[in-house]
């Protein structure tokens, strides 16, 4: 991912690299101490968990009841039941999760150190990114698949690129493990087999193990997917991944509908009338947008969450007569015909979808909102039964020492990722035009993989998903590191003076095995 010292790979050992040289054993302890200092400082400051009212309350709900199938991905739940074998303290539980991130983001970084040359003003800003971010308190403190799937994802990266320099049969495994534990968080995780793929068709391993190494993760997250849908089959009687999508669709797509003229509105089939007619009348009653602020909203999800509104309604109305019908199976008895609705209506008006939702959600992707950690607690005073039960807590109410509960510290992060964004593309030109792969062929798959993430990642959120901040972290993440790190190779590209040439002169030396 940046200008190499020398095509050979390091000759020592990770192990060595960290402990056994002096200045990155000093680095690294150092860096623990403020890790340490930092999180202390930040219970004496939120002593108690916060919460996402509504979707913290599900994951505690799920591994109350250990659920199989839930409306959130039940991995994060599975790692909160077992948590909770060893201790129910939230304390405990915020403190793993912090530390869970920042191992994963240590982990990404020495990798970095290890296999590529850094300059010393790119190695510390990246230390103190990963180090000092306060992204990672908030994150680590808060009861949601976030903090876990941030972690495990600046893990699966780092992974994959020892993959492409120095793979054997431990890393494939620990791969496999780690694809298939981030796989069953989140759906994002959706695109990262696909990424895997290609870092094994880029490594040196025969064609063999290669195969091996892909099958192994494909099997696992293969097996993940049958299970689910077979559950869901069982549940709703309907074979389905992701009732989630559904939804998701359909939601989406009244972003679009929105904005059609009622003149202009086509007939739909058969089956989507009755539903068609509702969300019509919705519409029709809510143009005024000073009496219904909400619906001044541009992508966003409140249509497929909001109690009365007409995804939501039309469930109930179909399920008015079975009272044994728990919420789970009225939830994902409808995700095929909410897939079937959303589709149809964005093809049907394609334009509009572009307009309305896909644009206005590439904004929110370009500089996610800060959403749900803008406020401690979703800016409450108190948790569910559910949570303080879980907890142990002997009230329902939390509070923090801070004087509010606004977490301004974060209101950095839209502008940061928007001109990370910005400057990575420019990155990406320049990177280009400067034919900077003939620097070295080690550091080109490195930045083909970062490429691969930033692209897959922005065409997966902006066309099927929702942008926020706590949605975006790995990848801003990632996206900063390969920033820094092509600015760190622009910048010695003209120090070379070279800029304009194809390719800038490397200098040959031992490879690089500290932070200097």
Known sequence: MLEQLNT???VVSFKDFLLNNK???????LSVIAIVIQ???????????????GDSFSYLDAAHFNLDINTYMVGYSRFLRLFSVITSSDLALTAFQYLLIQAGGLLLLFTILYFYKPGILSQYLLLIFMVFNPLFLHLANLISSDCVFTALSLTWFALLLWIIHRPDNKIILWHAIVLFSVFCIRYNALIYPFIAIIAFFLSS???RRKLIGVGAGLLL???FVTYTSYKYKKLTGHWQYSPFSGWQLTNNAMYTYRY???ADRKPVPKKFQAFDNMVRQ??????????????AQKASTVYMWSPGWPMMKYRDSLFRKDSTAIELKKWASMGPFYKAYGLYIIKQYPVK????FIWPNANKYYAPPVEFLEAYNSGKDEVSPTAAAWFGYTTQKVHTRMKDNETWVLNFYPILSGIINAVMVFMLLFYSSLKGWQTTKLANKGIIMGIVVWILNAGFTIGASSAALRFQSFPILLTTTLVVLLLDWLWKIAMNKDVYGISAKIEETKPNLAIN
């Open 8 to 10: 050979a790979e390091p």
């Open 23 to 29: 200045r990155n054993r000093i680095t690294l302890t």
């Open 39 to 53: 999180f202390s400082i930040f219970k004496y400051l939120y002593p108690y968990a916060s919460y996402i009212h």
């Open 205 to 207: 391993l025969p064609w």
């Open 221 to 223: 997250c293969g097996l």
């Open 260 to 262: 059609v003229n009622k």
């Open 282 to 295: 919705y519409f029709d009653s809510t143009r005024d947008t000073k009496k219904f602020p909400v619906e």
């Open 353 to 356: 979808f572009l307009e309305y």
